[in-house]
């Protein structure tokens, strides 16, 4: 009987040992998926990045959303480096589906997920939202206002954050990826839609960074751990980080000039030396052969320019010691405005880092050689900082009130032109006005470009 009692005893002890044991298992590792982006979305592909807080097994499913049909699923490893980020390609997708993607970190029960839509793969009409500029971490209403637009894709094209970066490097920048991607209102609107990110100097660098930033290296290299983004026109480790996609009959060229950029030398008001935001002649071909491109691909060109182009002597807020925006580069601008007019390039600008909504129709903005190349300029900024107003004058004016983003209606309808509808607008929802109470907006269209043999 004592035998038996010891036996049944020593069972027991042994079953609840064992599940102990494989609970500890289960949950050894308990992951927390800490933030996941979705960008690098074109017709038939997209990026998801995850970033854990530890290192481990998640596992991904994506899901077609209409059907709720599981299209794959993988169990990825979080590696034990590079503040555990995995990044997963999801390629031979179809054309405008919209897609759900869920993320399961390890032996933890909670999930974490979003959503994208591919691009069409014919000509389609669309709207995204832009805009820079934003306290570290911003938890601002705006990108509540933002996801509810359901626009295909948000751009943002500088300053995400203010950790002006030029020491400590690789720590400080993981840092302030993180507090920016687990702010709840950003991390719900970035979870809604692609995101499309070019940097400026706040978030590159120090503020006015360049090429001279000693976190130079760090920087790129953390971008490219933590963000989704195109492929980048240049392998260099230091950069720079330019890229470009289309969507549609339109070619976004982002283009890097922060990274390469050297500054012209004055002494006093007198240039000594010209500076260039390309920073090289690989650069600015890079760029101006790209623009040529979608021109003979029959596409319309938005380049994203992060900082101001109308800027001159006599402008309203010219100081003749100009570096950090195009009126200290008046030879490279000139170069760029004399090819976009050489070549007839059907190109708009979108930028940021002043703190405005503004726009031009081409009445300031020509820049070529006895003119002709009238560009149209639309500045929107800032998401969540103070306003300020810088470069000018534009036609349509300026409004310089915090917490503004633009909005881009694309209106293609496969004919000979496609349109396009310009707007700000405001965290509360409404429209931005100018200084004399007038709406800023602009509606135009542009003959789509025929189609060349490359
Ligand atoms: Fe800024």
Redesign the pocket.
């Known amino acids: 009987m004592a035998y038996i009692l010891r036996y049944c005893l020593m069972f027991c002890i042994s079953i609840l040992f064992s599940c102990t044991a494989q609970k500890k298992i289960v949950s050894a590792n308990n992951q927390t998926i800490e933030y996941v982006l979705c960008g690098n979305v074109t017709k038939d592909m997209a990026t998801i990045s995850i970033k854990a807080d530890k290192a481990g097994k998640c596992k991904i499913n994506l899901i077609e959303s209409l059907t709720g049909k599981i299209i794959k699923t993988k169990l990825l490893t979080v590696p034990d480096l590079a503040d555990f980020i995995i990044k997963e390609n999801f390629t031979g997708l179809k054309p405008n589906t919209k897609y759900t993607y869920q993320i399961f970190p390890e032996g933890n029960s909670s999930m974490l997920g979003g959503n994208f839509t591919t691009f069409s793969d014919k000509p389609f009409s669309y709207t995204f939202a832009f805009g820079?500029?934003m306290e570290t971490g911003s938890n601002s209403d705006i990108f509540l206002k933002i996801k509810d637009e359901n626009h295909l894709f948000f751009l943002q094209g500088?300053?995400l954050h203010?950790e002006n970066i030029d020491s400590n490097c690789t720590p400080r920048f993981n840092e302030a990826y993180k507090r920016t991607f687990t702010s709840p209102h950003q991390s719900t609107l970035y979870r809604s839609l692609p995101f499309v990110y070019m940097w400026?100097?706040?978030d590159f660098g120090p503020n006015n960074a360049d090429a001279t930033n000693p976190c130079r290296k760090e920087s790129v290299a953390a971008y490219h751990t933590h963000i989704p983004h195109y492929p980048f026109a240049f392998s260099d480790k230091e950069g720079p980080i330019s890229q470009s996609f289309s969507a549609g009959r339109v070619m976004f060229i982002l283009t890097d000039i922060r990274s390469q950029k050297i500054r012209p030398v004055y002494n006093e008001c007198e240039r000594l030396k010209t500076g260039t935001n390309f920073g090289s002649e690989a650069h600015l071909n890079w760029f101006l052969e790209s623009m040529l491109k979608a021109k003979n691909e029959g596409k319309i060109v938005a380049w994203v320019s992060s900082y101001s182009w109308v800027n001159a002597p006599g402008g309203p807020n010219y100081k003749c010691k100009e570096s950090d925006n195009w009126g200290g580069y008046p030879e490279e601008r000139q170069r760029i405005a004399n090819f976009l007019k050489e070549h007839q390039i059907p190109v708009f600008i979108l930028s940021?880092?002043?703190?405005m909504v503004a726009m031009d129709d081409g009445s300031n903005s020509d820049y070529a050689e006895n003119g002709g190349a009238p560009v149209r300029v639309f500045h929107a900024?800032?998401l969540d900082?103070y306003g300020?107003y810088k470069g000018g004058p534009y036609s349509h004016g300026y409004s310089k009130e915090p917490g503004q983003y633009g909005v881009v209606e694309v209106i293609d309808e496969g004919k000979e032109n496609i349109c396009f509808k310009w707007y700000g607008k405001s965290k509360k929802g409404e429209k931005v006005i100018n200084t004399e109470g007038k709406e800023i907006s602009m509606e135009f269209c542009l003959k789509i470009p025929n189609k060349k043999a490359p």
């Open positions: 820079s500029c500088g300053d203010y400026d100097d706040h940021g880092d002043a703190h900024a800032a900082r300020s």
